[in-house]
């Protein structure tokens, strides 16, 4: 479920910056690059998530 939401969010998060820079500097949204630049950023996220070292079990610090 957690990838799911990584890839929704990726896109929504590449559309918005293909949207949101060409619009300051005068240019005009493509969703193409949008598309892309969501491809990449879940590409990375997931790749990121699954080669990230898993913690080790540590004692409680209470005692």
Same mark, same amino acid.
């Given at each position: 479920?957690?990838?799911? +939401?990584?890839?929704? +969010?990726? =896109? *929504?998060l590449? %559309?918005?910056?293909?949207?949101?820079?060409?619009?300051?500097?005068?240019?005009? =949204? !493509? *969703? !193409? %690059?949008?598309?892309? *630049?969501?491809?990449?950023?879940?590409? =990375?996220?997931? %790749?990121f998530?699954? *080669?990230?070292?898993?913690? !080790?079990?540590? !004692?409680?610090p209470?005692?």
């Open positions: 479920m957690q990838y799911i +939401w990584a890839v929704i +969010w990726s =896109f *929504l590449g %559309l918005m910056i293909s949207y949101v820079i060409p619009s300051m500097t005068g240019g005009h =949204f !493509e *969703l !193409e %690059l949008g598309l892309i *630049l969501g491809t990449v950023f879940s590409v =990375f996220t997931i %790749l998530t699954v *080669l990230m070292p898993q913690g !080790e079990n540590q !004692e409680d209470t005692h």
